[in-house]
């Protein structure tokens, strides 16, 4: 069974930086894709950023781009997401997901989720 669990989430002030990780478990390190999701009060869910070993590609929304880094350890079996210059926009709960089997980063083959972790960015 695939479990992905989410850690690093907290309290920053506006331009300072959290690292979120991804623990996986479950499924071989060396075919996968992560993808990082989050959600702010009252809005949707939306795709931050993903890797997939299949290809080493990484994805990362518009409105990240430049600040935020995604990588992985896979002796760890550890996706990380590192959050630069965050912006009170940025505030969320972040969820990691993955399929079930395979490194596609599309949305919908995304179907194990994480618990989640709030990131708050303080004015």
């Known amino acids: 069974e695939v479990q992905l669990v989410e850690s690093g989430g907290g309290l920053v002030q506006a331009g300072g930086s959290l690292r979120l990780s991804c623990a996986a478990s479950?499924?071989?390190?060396?075919?996968?894709?992560i993808g990082w999701f989050r959600q702010a009060p009252g809005k949707e869910r939306e795709g931050v950023s993903c890797?997939?070993?299949?290809?080493?590609?990484?994805y990362y929304v518009d409105s990240v781009k430049g600040r935020f880094t995604i990588s992985s350890d896979n002796a760890k079996n550890t996706v990380y997401l590192q959050m630069n210059s965050l912006k009170p926009e940025d505030t969320a709960v972040y969820y990691c997901?993955?399929?079930?089997?395979?490194?596609?980063?599309?949305?919908?083959?995304?179907?194990?989720w994480g618990q989640g972790t709030l990131v708050t960015v303080s004015s």
């Open positions: 997901a993955a399929p079930s089997i395979g490194s596609s980063c599309y949305p919908g083959d995304l179907e194990v």
């Open positions: 890797i997939s070993s299949g290809d080493g590609s990484t």
């Open positions: 479950g499924f071989t390190f060396d075919d996968y894709a």
